[in-house]
């Protein structure tokens, strides 16, 4: 795949493998950009995401690895950051960096995605935690801070799929996106999860076509082994919508290329 932009290293502290090894499995993808998108610091779930100071680390480190390869791959400086009201830094989000890709993983503090709390899908209205969720991606995407729309329908992770129409559901999100000239990525770590099929669907990633809304890939890798996994799916399923380009950053500028 040409291009990859989310994947994660252990400083986020659910993440295997040195960064070094993430590359050199990018490099022999046949990847020309490729990015890392760890998970920005907050002041909330601490335990799954650099501190400040680690931040520091992070980027010096890239910044070698980058030097290092720069022959053979281009390497790309970004951060995955948690849409979360109260908890977002906005001093952060000014850094000079490739990207930033936006994401909720959380719904008024409520990880949804994590195993250990998937007992609130059987406490509460399906349809109602759907829209809760797409109204923070709309949320998200109306601040402008952001370059990409990480892993677009995350709430399906468990495959606890609304009774609504879903397009219905995201239309609103969708035309925000739109607005802001955000990014979605197709990011292939669905095909890991139990709903098993990459995020955004089929059915969402139409309404990104007609809407005329960019597209780029993610691995979303958390191991050097899932660097490229299942991500040739997301992009033969993108050729049969009708895509035909898709989006890499460089110092927040948005640079198009055909795959």
């Given at each position: 795949?040409?291009?990859?932009?989310?994947?994660?290293?252990?400083?986020?502290?659910?993440?295997?493998?040195?960064?070094?090894?993430?590359?050199?499995?990018?490099?022999?993808?046949g990847?020309?950009?490729?990015?890392?998108?760890d998970?920005?610091?907050?002041?909330?779930?601490?335990?799954?995401?650099?501190?400040?100071?680690?931040?520091?680390?992070?980027?010096?480190?890239?910044?070698i690895?980058?030097?290092?390869?720069?022959?053979?791959?281009?390497?790309?400086?970004?951060?995955?950051?948690?849409?979360?009201?109260?908890?977002?830094?906005?001093?952060?989000?000014?850094?000079?960096?490739?990207?930033?890709?936006?994401?909720?993983?959380?719904?008024?503090?409520?990880?949804?995605?994590?195993?250990?709390?998937?007992?609130?899908?059987?406490?509460r209205?399906?349809?109602?935690?759907?829209?809760?969720?797409?109204?923070?991606?709309?949320?998200?995407?109306?601040?402008?801070?952001?370059?990409?729309?990480?892993?677009?329908?995350?709430?399906?992770?468990f495959?606890?799929?609304?009774?609504?129409?879903?397009?219905?559901?995201?239309?609103?999100?969708?035309?925000?996106?739109?607005?802001?000239?955000?990014?979605?990525?197709?990011?292939?770590?669905?095909?890991?999860?139990?709903?098993?099929?990459?995020?955004?669907?089929?059915?969402?990633?139409?309404?990104?076509?007609?809407?005329?809304?960019?597209?780029?890939?993610?691995?979303?890798?958390?191991?050097?082994?899932?660097?490229?996994?299942?991500?040739?799916?997301?992009?033969?399923?993108?050729?049969?919508?009708?895509?035909?380009?898709?989006?890499?950053f460089?110092?927040?500028?948005?640079?198009k290329?055909?795959?």
């Open positions: 795949m040409i291009v990859d932009l989310h994947n994660h290293t252990t400083l986020c502290n659910h993440a295997e493998g040195e960064m070094e090894e993430y590359i050199i499995q990018s490099i022999s993808n990847t020309k950009y490729f990015g890392f998108s998970h920005a610091p907050m002041d909330f779930d601490k335990k799954y995401r650099m501190s400040l100071e680690e931040s520091k680390d992070y980027e010096k480190d890239l910044l690895l980058k030097e290092k390869y720069k022959n053979k791959i281009e390497i790309l400086l970004g951060y995955e950051v948690d849409f979360l009201k109260g908890y977002m830094n906005s001093e952060f989000l000014k850094k000079k960096v490739d990207y930033f890709i936006g994401s909720v993983h959380f719904l008024n503090k409520w990880g949804f995605d994590n195993p250990e709390f998937i007992g609130e899908f059987e406490s209205d399906i349809d109602k935690i759907w829209e809760e969720y797409f109204f923070a991606i709309e949320s998200m995407a109306k601040m402008g801070k952001f370059d990409i729309v990480g892993h677009l329908d995350l709430i399906k992770i495959k606890y799929l609304p009774n609504k129409d879903i397009k219905t559901i995201a239309k609103q999100a969708i035309q925000a996106i739109k607005k802001s000239n955000m990014t979605v990525e197709i990011n292939s770590a669905g095909f890991r999860k139990p709903i098993g099929e990459q995020y955004p669907s089929r059915e969402l990633l139409e309404l990104v076509y007609e809407n005329g809304i960019d597209i780029t890939f993610g691995s979303d890798g958390h191991k050097p082994e899932q660097v490229g996994m299942n991500l040739q799916k997301c992009v033969d399923l993108a050729k049969e919508i009708g895509f035909t380009q898709c989006v890499y460089r110092n927040r500028d948005k640079k290329i055909s795959f």
